[in-house]
Nanobody
Framework: VQLVESGGGLVQPGGSLRLSCTASGFTFSRFAMSWYRQAPGKERELVAGITSDGGSTSYADSVKGRFTISRDNAKNTVYLQMNSLRPEDTAVYYC???????????WGKGTLVTVSS
């Protein structure tokens, strides 16, 4: 089982990045997916989530209107489009897959996003 994040990097304030998380080793389409982030010295926090069929999404208040989560079940991939980035968005971003009904829960290793001029 693997969740591999990509797309992180250094971006200026106001810029955009798209993160990807590609899954393998499990039935991706059965899992709700989410993105979390952890800034230095802070606890990990939920950023956005999407249901297994992509029919419903949710966002932290701090990213509403700027970030968009989406998924492509044919490609076993979930995305996080991040626009209007701010320095406070700097963090390691983690992908999580969860199938609550059977208690399965997987995490990726993270990708670093740095927003700085």
């Amino acid at each position: 089982v693997q969740l591999v994040e990509s797309g992180g990097g250094l971006v200026q304030p106001g810029g955009s990045l798209r993160l990807s998380c590609t899954a393998s080793g499990f039935t991706f389409s059965r899992f709700a997916m989410s993105w979390y982030r952890q800034a230095p010295g802070k606890e990990r926090e939920l950023v956005a989530g999407i249901t297994s069929d992509g029919g419903s999404t949710s966002y932290a208040d701090s990213v509403k209107g700027r970030f968009t989560i989406s998924r492509d079940n044919a490609k076993n991939t979930v995305y996080l489009q991040m626009n209007s980035l701010r320095p406070e968005d700097t963090a390691v971003y983690y992908c999580r897959g969860r199938w609550a009904l059977i208690g399965m829960d997987y995490w990726g290793k993270g990708t670093l996003v740095t927003v700085s001029s």
